[in-house]
């Protein structure tokens, strides 16, 4: 079996509600959002910031409603407003329809923009 790694999950548009880089490192996402798109708590993410050119890897865990905050290190990178795209990856022997939404100014779901089919 040969597997490839496939996008799973995307948040486009993200906005940093908090960067603490006091707290032990990681991203803390809202926990609807989360599971909006599949995400599991500890599961590896991709950061990349949509104004500049900070990108990170690090692991998401759940918070409450709009929080999209940068803990320990990877807060030294991004401030409170930046926006970011957030994308988590699969390895797969078949390709993956990943969950892909757009958010507002306050992490809200503003468009569903999941493929409804994979071409190749």
Known sequence: MRLSQFLKAKFHHARVTYANPEYVGSIEIDADL???????????????????????????????????????????????????????????????????VQLGENNEIVRDMTPFSVVG
Do not use: C
């Open 34 to 100: 989360m599971a909006y798109v599949g995400l599991k708590d500890g599961e590896q993410v991709h950061v990349w910031a949509v104004d500049h050119t900070a990108r990170i890897i690090t692991y998401a865990f759940a918070g409450p409603k709009g929080a999209v905050g940068l803990n320990g290190g990877a807060a030294h990178f991004f401030r409170e407003g930046d926006r970011l795209v957030i994308a988590a990856f699969d390895l797969s022997d078949e390709p993956i329809i990943p969950r892909v």
